[in-house]
């Protein structure tokens, strides 16, 4: 029976990536990629040439006997995603409970994951934090959203460029115009932007901007 690794990846800087994860992507049968162009980018930087399978989102049901049956076959298989740690807000869960289920030993790398410089950066409690990752879309929203203004703990979000400026907004209304607030844009990149600040102010600040883009981590201090 083969062994599935779990491989964070840079989440923006390259140079982010251990040299143990470097060794065993080399030495591994298979890679599992979420986007399979971004990883070969990452693999063609580093000169290693192994196949890619997707895993994604889209595929992942329907993919997971195979990929199971795949590291059955004595294959060693790297699973990674376009950026950070696989599971964290990115397919890998099903994957690796059914490596569970199946006996399939499976080996977990330390590495890159955006909420951690993000809240160590913030200047907020960070001994005890409530990480919830992206909002729900629609279903749900509001009700999450007021949970959330009960939580006493440090409150981490994930947000797309497509809907900061919404989540802003909301949070404003729900948490109140003066609650301190961090977002962090493009974390290990060229354009890397830490905001700190209330509410009202982070929100008017992307508000102004012609164009927001880049991935967004939020950081809000828990219930006042």
Known sequence: MGKLFV??????????ITLRSLRILREVDTILAED???????????TIHKPVLAYHQYNEHQQLNNYIDLIHRQQSVALVSDAGTPAISDPGFLLI????QNNIEIECLPGATAFVPALVNSGFPSDKFYFYGF???????????????KIKETIILYESPFRLIKTLEEL????????????????????????RGTL?????YFSSKNSVKGEFVIILQGKL
């Open 172 to 195: 404003k209304t729900a948490f109140g115009e003066e609650h301190p607030v961090c977002v962090c844009r493009e974390l290990t990149k060229i354009y890397e932007e830490t905001l």
């Open 200 to 204: 009202s102010e982070v929100s008017t």
């Open 36 to 46: 399979t162009r971004v990883t070969k980018k990452l693999l063609d930087h580093y």
């Open 7 to 16: 491989i964070p990846t840079p989440i923006g800087n390259l140079e982010d």
């Open 135 to 149: 909002l729900p879309h629609k279903k749900g929203r509001t009700t999450t959203i007021q949970k959330l203004t």
């Open 97 to 100: 409970r059914a490596c569970i």
